[in-house]
């Protein structure tokens, strides 16, 4: 056994992840007592939208203010958000998505956020319960793929957002979490989505192909972030999921108003943000 493995079988990766930046863990930390002693934060993304929310999400929200590219994806989210809009957003994590649906969407809008991190999602719901909209959404504690069944994570704690993903090797420091296909959680659900957001960390192949026929019935619009390196590092094509979805209907991809071109997809490796219609 090298050193690697055996620091990961003898110390818990909670307890790794929170040495290895000692500075931003406390952050962290105060972050949350804050919030206990009833001190949410307010994010200021755009100047007719300033949420509150929980303190460690306000600069994941507030990167959608003066990061470019994020911004763009912004604008392009918003103007294709109608009022009532019905979102299905799998890979919540903080929730960002959810409340500009729900923002821009009106008091009719309603979302299903699926999240497979526990931590991101006491942190999705308590954003939501500071702004009262609790009403309007119902959270999923859960990964999202092919099929019902378990799927081994990583968490990447406090420095990396409270995410989980899927490791490329067999590690003894993953926990299992539940997961769910597409077509189980609309059955439990009853949710007919106009438009669904996956940002699902490379397992956009494994959903799209066992969600077909949800997406021939339905035509959601998609706000799709495509992860062409890891999904190679799967052995997937990114390729392979715009043909399952142009099989589904759908003929173009584009954010804002400009056409992304197999090309210009390629030019970056597939690994791109786009809208779906």
């Known amino acids: 056994m090298n050193i690697t493995a055996l620091i990961r079988a003898l110390v818990p990766r909670p307890i790794r992840i929170w040495l290895r930046a000692p500075a931003k863990s406390f952050r962290y930390l105060r972050d949350h007592l804050f919030f206990r002693l009833g001190r949410a934060t307010t994010a200021h993304v755009r100047p007719d939208w300033k949420p509150l929310c929980h303190p460690t999400a306000?600069?994941?929200?507030?990167?959608f203010r003066w990061d470019p590219i994020q911004s763009s994806e912004l604008d392009a989210f918003i103007q294709h958000c109608p009022a009532g809009i019905q979102l299905l957003d799998l890979g919540a994590h903080y929730g960002f998505f959810a409340l500009a649906a729900l923002h821009y969407g009106g008091p009719q809008a309603r979302v299903i956020c699926v999240e497979a991190s526990s931590s991101a999602s006491a942190i999705l719901m308590a954003t939501l319960q500071v702004n009262r909209f609790t009403d309007r959404v119902r959270l999923m504690n859960v990964a999202v793929g092919d099929a019902d069944g378990e799927l081994a994570m990583l968490t990447t704690g406090p420095l990396g957002g409270d995410y989980f993903v899927v490791p490329s090797e067999q590690?003894?420091?993953t926990v299992l979490v539940k997961k769910r296909s597409l077509a189980s959680i609309l059955a439990e659900t009853g949710f007919r989505p106009t438009h669904i957001?996956?940002?699902i960390e490379s397992f956009e192949f494994e959903v799209i192909q066992s969600g077909l026929a949800t997406l021939r019935e339905l035509h959601p619009v998609l706000f799709l972030e495509l992860h062409g390196t890891p999904l190679v590092a799967r052995g997937k094509h990114p390729m392979d999921v715009?043909?399952?979805l142009r099989d589904a209907g759908?003929?173009?991809?584009?954010?804002?108003e400009k056409e992304l071109t197999p090309e210009m997809m390629a030019a970056s490796d597939y690994n791109c943000r786009m809208i779906c219609w």
């Open 250 to 256: 759908y003929t173009h991809f584009t954010l804002g």
């Open 58 to 63: 306000r600069e994941h929200f507030e990167v």
């Open 171 to 173: 590690r003894s420091d």
């Open 242 to 244: 715009l043909r399952m």
């Open 197 to 199: 957001k996956m940002d």
